[in-house]
């Protein structure tokens, strides 16, 4: 059972961080916990026990935590990386935030730097990789680039992988807790494919027509 009217998730949203507040978050009866949902082209991080939920077709989520201080947070982007210019903003600027990270070397990095910020260590970072489906027929199979762009970064960070599931046919569901370093994954069947292709088709039409901005740091 889903709830957006539970005390603790009130609760809750008097402590999440304020860039992250227009993310839809519910509370899940079953796990006991507030979820955070995010969609293409955004990510969400949190220093609190909370699970992180997205629905995956071709596009890519890297769930990254620090394992020692259990921060972390999930991302979702749709295609591997851009070579234009980020322009410089305001990390509290989230609308331009998310404008970057639908580009998965922008959405690494604002992942990773949030998860800095906010006192973890990149020597303690763990990563968990998922998506990447070939779900577009007769198309550019754009899932195997995000996969490849995703271990070739994460490989290049140092950050180890501890677990995937990428490529295939199939859409995915993902709840990721960072408290814990626990995924969730449930493959999806062909009811939810017109569903999923048709809003990654719309998504992936609107990011060419956009400038990218988003305040990007190297570590």
């Not at 639908?102 to 604002?110: C, K, P, Q, T, V």
């Amino acid at each position: 059972m889903l709830r957006h009217d539970h005390p603790k998730l009130s609760e809750y949203m008097t402590q999440c961080l304020p860039e992250f507040m227009q993310v839809n978050h519910y509370w899940d009866k079953q796990r006991q916990m507030v979820v955070a949902k995010i969609l293409p082209g955004e990510f969400y991080m949190t220093t609190k026990n909370v699970a992180i939920a997205t629905t995956l077709g071709s596009c890519i989520s890297a769930c990254i935590w620090d394992d020692r201080s259990h921060i972390g947070g999930m991302n979702h982007f749709m295609l591997p990386i851009t070579n234009k210019e980020a322009h410089e903003v305001n990390w509290g600027q989230r609308d331009k935030t998310t404008d970057a990270t639908r580009y998965g070397n922008f959405a690494m990095e604002h992942l990773i730097n949030a998860i800095l910020r906010s006192g973890g260590r990149k020597i303690n970072l763990r990563a968990k990789l998922f998506g990447g489906a070939k779900v577009f027929k007769q198309m550019s199979d754009v899932g195997q680039k995000n996969i490849d762009f995703a271990l070739a970064y994460l490989k290049q960070e140092e950050i180890v992988i501890e677990s995937s599931d990428t490529g295939d046919f199939s859409p995915r569901k993902v709840i990721f807790e960072p408290c814990s370093g626990r995924a969730f994954i449930k493959r999806l069947d062909n009811l939810h494919n017109d569903t999923i292709i048709r809003r990654e088709k719309d998504y992936s039409s609107q990011i060419y027509q956009k400038e990218v901005s988003g305040d990007v740091e190297l570590f």
